[in-house]
Nanobody, 120 residues
């Protein structure tokens, strides 16, 4: 079955760095585009970074220049290097395919996410 396991979150001070990982299983990895999403307290989940099957990347302007998405098709893992973190980056971080994994019953699948907390 599909499984997405995010890890690497934690609590850091503003200006700090974290590297998130997302290990995928039960899904074809190499031909999918992958993205990172985040959900801040009281807000909807939002997409902010994408890496295509051809390794092109795209970022929301809120993270551009600070975050870097990468992928390892052998390890079936997506990474997110986050530098110069800001308090507004505080959120639960998720990875998923683009446009997202849909299970056989039609529901969307999301992993458990990893919490990132940035203090000022």
């Amino acid at each position: 079955q599909v499984q997405l396991v995010e890890s690497g979150g934690g609590s850091v001070q503003a200006g700090g760095s974290l590297r998130l990982s997302c290990a995928a299983s039960g899904i074809i990895f190499s031909t999918n585009d992958w993205g990172w999403y985040r959900q801040a307290p009281g807000k909807r989940r939002e997409f902010f970074a994408r890496i295509t099957s051809g390794y092109s990347t795209l970022y929301d302007r809120s993270v551009k220049g600070r975050f870097t998405i990468s992928r390892d098709n052998v390890e079936k893992t997506v990474y997110l290097q986050m530098n110069n973190l800001k308090p507004e980056d505080t959120a639960i971080y998720y990875c998923n395919t683009i446009p997202g994994v849909t299970l056989s019953g039609g529901s969307s699948y999301w992993g458990q996410g990893t919490q990132v907390t940035v203090s000022s």
